[in-house]
């Protein structure tokens, strides 16, 4: 069957980024929680949010479930403030929070054109694990990418992570496709691999460093390769059929 949609991965896929929950630097975030009546130093902020971030990985951990952004917001404010936060305060604490994250994200160049190309031969879409549903739209509306996408699927909309079978069903579904008319390509072997691979789908790797073992053929540098791959698996598979 000829595989019609390519669904990737995001982060460490199509963007470069940090995932660090700490490193990227946070001086307005900490100050809305002094404004807000936090007694702590930026250093135990710091400690804090590390703390509960981890809780919350622990326990999706067990499962795959995905927790959001305003579950751990909420969290950290009913530590670190006086008195329970409400709706409002836990909002700009995600909106401040997420903002100094994705200094951590950087945009590719070239993967405009990229998309281009890939776009004229498949349909695509965006499968990712995130913990805010607005994030990775976000991000590809200031690459100027979002409408080459028929579909952006995320963790915490669908209520669980890759590599839960849930989220690709999710997403083959909206898209109305069967897993065999699908490739996937991400970076991490669990989520991007070795999940989509047990769905049905066609998987590819991005592994550089070769640490996954992996077939040869489905091992990407990057997500720059893929477009050879993909013709080098076409001619592959018209040879094999005369």
Request: glycine share 10%.
């Amino acid at each position: 069957m000829r595989r019609t949609h390519i669904l990737f991965d995001f982060f460490g896929t199509l963007v470069d980024y940090s995932p660090s929950r700490t490193e990227q630097g946070y001086d307005s975030t900490y100050a809305l929680l002094r404004e807000l009546g936090a007694a702590l130093t930026y250093e135990e902020f710091l400690d804090a949010w590390a703390r509960v971030s981890a809780g919350f990985d622990r326990l999706s951990d067990l499962d795959d479930h995905e927790f959001s952004m305003a579950e751990a917001g909420t969290e950290l404010l009913g530590q670190v403030l006086p008195r329970e936060p409400g709706p409002a305060e836990v909002e700009e604490f995600v909106t401040r929070y997420v903002g100094e994250w994705s200094a951590g994200v950087h945009y590719l160049p070239g993967l405009k054109e990229l998309v281009g190309e890939l776009s004229g031969e498949h349909r695509l879409a965006v499968v990712t694990n995130t913990h805010l549903a607005t994030l990775v739209p976000g991000h590809l509306t200031a690459m100027g990418l979002l409408e080459a996408f028929d579909a952006v699927v995320t963790s915490v909309e669908v209520g669980w992570r890759k590599p839960h079978p849930a989220i690709y069903a999710t997403a083959l579904d909206l898209l109305g496709i069967e897993a065999s008319a699908a490739v996937f390509v991400g970076d991490t072997y669990g989520p991007d691999f070795e999940g989509p691979e047990r769905c049905g789908m066609e998987a590819y790797l991005i592994d550089p460093h070769r640490r996954a073992a992996v077939p040869e053929e489905r091992r990407l540098g990057s997500v720059f390769d893929l477009p050879e791959r993909l013709r080098t698996r076409s001619g592959a598979r018209g040879v094999a059929g005369r």
